[in-house]
T-cell receptor
Framework: SQKIEQNSEALNIQEGKTATLTCNYT??????LQWYRQDPGRGPVFLLL?????KEKRKERLKVTFDTTLKQSLFHITASQPADSATYLC???????????FGAGTRLAVHP | DTAVSQTPKYLVTQMGNDKSIKCEQN?????MYWYKQDSKKFLKIMFS???????INETVPNRFSPKSPDKAHLNLHINSLELGDSAVYFC??????????FGDGTRLSIL
C-alpha cells in the first residue's frame, strides 16, 4: 500500500543548529515533492518544490534533497531560529491534476 | 489583502444538521481544493475544481457536495452531519499545477 512517513512527530533542537527533517515514501513515483510549513491555527504555507530530476533545491536557509532511489526527501534548516518552530509537512504529487498526498508532519521546536 | 479566505472560522453544530463552508480566493488562480485535516493532523484531499469543473473527487461520502459558482469561489456543503465529520477543513487554490495557497481553515465541531 502507499505510505508517506515523516521521521518523527517532534524534533527539538538548539538555536543555531541545523534541523534535518525526513520524508520517506513507498509505492509512489512522484513527479515532484513539496514542503510546507504550518503554524498552529493556520493553513499550510508553501516553502519549496523539488522535481524528480532534481537532486537539491535551496532557498535562503532552507535546503531540500530528493532521492528517488531511496524514496526519500530531506529538508534542512540551517542556523535555526526560534521563529522556525512550526510543523513541517511534506507532500507528494500523486498523479492526476496537482493531486497532493501529505505526510502527517514533523513538529519542530527550536530552543534559545 | 487575504488571498484565500474561508468562512466561518469556527462552526459548532448538532449531529444531523446541514451546513456550508464558503471559500473565496483573490489570486486569480484557476484551480481550487478542499482538504480535511483530522485529529491526527493528516491533511487529505477531498475535491478539486479547475475552471469550475470537478477534476479530483476522492472517496468522500456523498453527504459532502462541493459547488463552484465561479473560478474564485468553491463552497462545501455537508448534509446530515455526523460526529466523524469533526475536523478542520482547508480550502486552497493554485495556478494550474503549481504550489497551493491555503486558507486558515474552518474548525467544525459536531455535538
Amino acid at each position: 500500500s502507499q505510505k508517506i512517513e515523516q521521521n518523527s512527530e517532534a524534533l527539538n533542537i538548539q538555536e543555531g543548529k541545523t534541523a534535518t527533517l525526513t520524508c520517506n515514501y513507498t509505492n509512489y513515483s512522484p513527479a515532484y515533492l513539496q514542503w510546507y510549513r504550518q503554524d498552529p491555527g493556520r493553513g499550510p504555507v508553501f516553502l519549496l518544490l523539488i522535481r524528480e530530476n532534481e537532486k537539491e533545491k535551496r532557498k535562503e536557509r532552507l535546503k531540500v534533497t530528493f532521492d528517488t532511489t531511496l524514496k526519500q526527501s530531506l529538508f534542512h534548516i540551517t542556523a535555526s531560529q526560534p521563529a522556525d518552530s512550526a510543523t513541517y509537512l511534506c507532500a507528494l504529487h500523486s498523479g492526476g491534476y496537482n493531486k497532493l498526498i501529505f505526510g502527517a508532519g514533523t513538529r519542530l521546536a527550536v530552543h534559545p | 489583502d487575504t488571498a484565500v479566505s474561508q468562512t466561518p472560522k469556527y462552526l459548532v453544530t448538532q449531529m444531523g444538521n446541514d451546513k456550508s463552508i464558503k471559500c473565496e480566493q483573490n489570486l486569480g488562480h484557476d484551480t481550487m481544493y478542499w482538504y480535511k485535516q483530522d485529529s491526527k493532523k493528516f491533511l487529505k484531499i477531498m475535491f478539486s475544481y479547475n475552471n469550475k469543473e470537478l477534476i479530483i473527487n476522492e472517496t468522500v461520502p456523498n453527504r459532502f457536495s462541493p459547488k463552484s459558482p465561479d473560478k474564485a469561489h468553491l463552497n462545501l456543503h455537508i448534509n446530515s452531519l455526523e460526529l466523524g465529520d469533526s475536523a478542520v477543513y482547508f480550502c486552497a487554490s493554485s495556478p494550474g499545477g503549481q504550489p497551493q495557497h491555503f486558507g486558515d481553515g474552518t474548525r467544525l465541531s459536531i455535538l
